[in-house]
């Protein structure tokens, strides 16, 4: 098991670790793990999809080896989903036990007033760890060791779910009516909350977290993005591929390509067995990186002068 401490001593160290687990970052997103680590603060992390947002958070709890709890937010979401629910087929389970030795459990007992008191001891019973199911947020807590919690695109969800956020995200800790206040084991999970920016995230979220926003990468940061996921391909084919992308990114398409694209991209040219782009071939795997039929219409006409660019020397 990793030294975590001595993995999270520094930026620089940490920065080295995350290019050792193959995940290329900048220093500002070295900088918000450290102090999200030091100051157990979570961390809202913005930018475009497919930049390496959700990345991050799976790469941090391999680095760290602790277990990742990854929750997909969604519209309609609630707490049945993502903090608790009860085990009504356990409790409907055994009120049928219960109303089967009923006479065995009402034996003895004087009137009404007793029978009731008797029966309402159950009715904790019930209502008990025993028949409590854990959902992400609640596991995440209750993670003896610590792990790494995920709230994938959190910005899909309703303002609703963000308030049921603040309280496990301010003090590590949920009220479970029934039960009382659960809070953190020894050590509080690293959370990571991602936006795709579909909607404002509320303030009063946005302040109990540290923010980090992910842009597109400059050509060099991605050439050893590349470099790290697809280290088989060629020196020359990883330029003129990164190259192209980036004149793509600059067109007026309804989705430009993400690094994720990029990576798909560099691993199909690897699997054609290509060492160089010509028009032919990007137009034959322009799907790859383009995922709207009205941009590979419209970019179908600049391919040759956007791979000339590309190959330049």
């Known amino acids: 098991m990793p030294d975590i401490a001595e993995i999270a001593a520094s930026v620089d160290s940490l920065k080295r670790n995350f290019e050792t687990h193959r995940y290329i970052c900048s220093n500002q997103i070295a900088t918000a793990v450290y102090l999200a680590f030091h100051l157990r603060k979570p961390v809202l992390i913005e930018g475009p999809p497919g930049v390496g947002k959700t990345e991050l958070a799976k790469t941090t709890a391999e680095m760290f080896d602790l277990p990742l709890i990854r ?42 007033r007793e029978s009731v008191s008797r029966l309402h001891e159950f009715g904790d019973i019930f209502f008990s760890e025993e028949f409590l199911e854990p959902r992400p947020l609640l596991k995440a807590l209750r993670e003896e060791g610590g792990c790494v919690l995920l709230l994938d695109e959190v910005d899909k969800s309703d303002h609703e779910f963000e308030s049921l956020l603040l309280e496990i995200l301010s003090d590590f800790q949920v009220s479970i009516p029934e039960i009382g206040t659960v809070k ?11 936006s795709n920016n579909t909607r404002e995230i509320s303030d009063a979220l946005k302040r109990r977290c540290l923010h980090l926003y992910i842009p597109f990468p400059d050509i060099d940061l991605e050439q050893r993005i590349i470099h790290a996921r697809v280290p088989e391909i060629p020196p020359e084919l990883r330029k003129q591929l990164v190259t192209f992308i980036h004149e793509l990114r600059e067109l007026d398409l309804k989705k430009v390509p993400a690094i994720s694209e990029t990576i798909d991209w560099a691993r199909t040219l690897l699997l054609l067995h290509a060492d160089r782009l010509d028009p032919e071939l990007v137009r034959d795997t322009l799907n790859v990186i383009l995922k709207f039929q009205e941009d590979i ?4 006409s600049e391919i040759t002068t956007l791979t000339s660019k590309a190959t330049k020397n």
């Open 184 to 194: 953190a084991t020894r050590e509080p999970p690293l959370v990571f909350l991602t």
């Open 297 to 300: 219409v419209n970019v179908d």
């Open 71 to 112: 929750l997909q937010c969604y519209e309609g979401l609630d707490e049945a989903k993502a903090l608790y629910e009860w085990k009504y087929g356990k409790q409907l389970l055994y009120t049928q036990v219960l109303k089967e030795t009923l006479d065995e459990v009402l034996q003895g007992a004087k009137g009404f």
